[in-house]
């Protein structure tokens, strides 16, 4: 049983899914959607197309209809599984990591601390947080959203967070904001995923 899936797997899927939905899409309402360029787009669409799972029905020069075939169908159920399974994979270790973070904080003598990012990761950790009695002080990320009814503070300000310790809540290791965690001393900084 795997658990790994990728990017472009993902945005084949929510092509897949949008498509189902209605066939009437261009290329770029698909990027839209799915939140990525028109150059990737159109290349997923043309190797949906190749492998078969769409038909392509032109209606003018800037229109075109797209239809999933059977093989579509079949595809994007078994990518739906996949994803699903990846997902309580990801959430059971997430669990079980951040558990265990908190725990080691708590037995640590940390009674406050912040989140650096506020995602479905941050979500799992308050469970965590909540069973073993921490309190959360801040939490960092895109400043006009709100986390648990708290108002977000720019990451950049974490480098002043007064928390016993700074949860990574960010799995992306990508995420251009992580570099900020450089000035924080490695002993106040926590990560879920190593």
Request: hydrophobic letters at 40%.
């Amino acid at each position: 049983m795997t658990t790994d899936i990728d990017r472009n797997e993902l945005l084949e899927l929510e092509i897949l899914n949008h498509i189902e939905d209605s066939p009437k899409q261009t290329t770029r309402l698909l990027a839209s959607k799915i939140g990525c360029n028109l150059r990737l787009t159109h290349a997923l669409l043309k190797k949906l197309i190749e492998k078969g799972m769409l038909d392509v029905k032109k209606i003018n020069s800037r229109n075109w209809h797209y239809y999933l075939t059977p093989k579509g169908i079949a595809e994007k159920a078994s990518k739906t599984y996949k994803f699903f399974e990846f997902s309580m994979h990801f959430y059971q270790q997430a669990r079980e990591l951040s558990s265990a973070l908190c725990a080691r904080l708590k037995e640590e003598g940390a009674d406050k601390v912040a989140f650096f990012g506020c995602g479905h990761l941050a979500e799992i950790a308050y469970l965590s947080l909540q069973e073993n009695n921490l309190t959360l002080m801040e939490v960092y990320g895109n400043t006009g959203n709100e986390f648990m009814g708290r108002p977000l503070l720019p990451f950049e300000k974490a480098v002043d967070s007064g928390a016993d310790a700074l949860i990574v809540c960010v799995y992306n290791r990508k995420h251009p904001k992580l570099k900020i965690l450089d000035s924080i001393g490695e002993d106040k900084v926590k990560r879920i995923f190593h």
